[in-house]
Nanobody, 123 residues
Framework: EVQLVESGGGSIQVGGSLTLSCEVS????????LGWFRQAPGKEREGVSG??????SQYYADSVKGRFTISRDKNTAYLQMSNLKPEDTGTYFC??????????????????WGQGTQVTVSS
């Protein structure tokens, strides 16, 4: 059974930084995409960032470009978030796309999900 478990969420003030982690266990393929999604209160879930199997290609939603950085180390993904804004508040989900290793910015490819971790940015 594939499992994705996020950690690192919490409460932070505007302008602060947080780093989220995602541990993937169980069945994995050699080449797969990892990504981060979020769901703000009252809004639909949106893709935030994706990363290719080798980490060489990274994709970001326009709303987080220049502030967030995605990285990975084998079966662990990270999302470094800086200059946080109130609109970054939401539940952040780690996701995997096992049948794709190219263009990991296509959000529909992601089909395995973690439980989510809450990020609250207060002003």
């Amino acid at each position: 059974e594939v499992q994705l478990v996020e950690s690192g969420g919490g409460s932070i003030q505007v302008g602060g930084s947080l780093t989220l982690s995602c541990e993937v266990s169980g069945y994995t393929t050699n080449n797969y995409c990892l990504g981060w999604f979020r769901q703000a209160p009252g809004k639909e879930r949106e893709g935030v960032s994706g990363i290719s199997a080798g980490g060489g290609s990274q994709y970001y939603a326009d709303s987080v470009k220049g502030r967030f950085t995605i990285s990975r180390d084998k079966n662990t993904a990270y999302l470094q978030m800086s200059n946080l804004k109130p609109e970054d508040t939401g539940t952040y989900f780690c996701a995997a796309a096992f049948w794709s290793s190219s263009y990991c910015g296509t959000w529909a490819k992601y089909t395995y999900w973690g439980q989510g971790t809450q990020v609250t940015v207060s002003s």
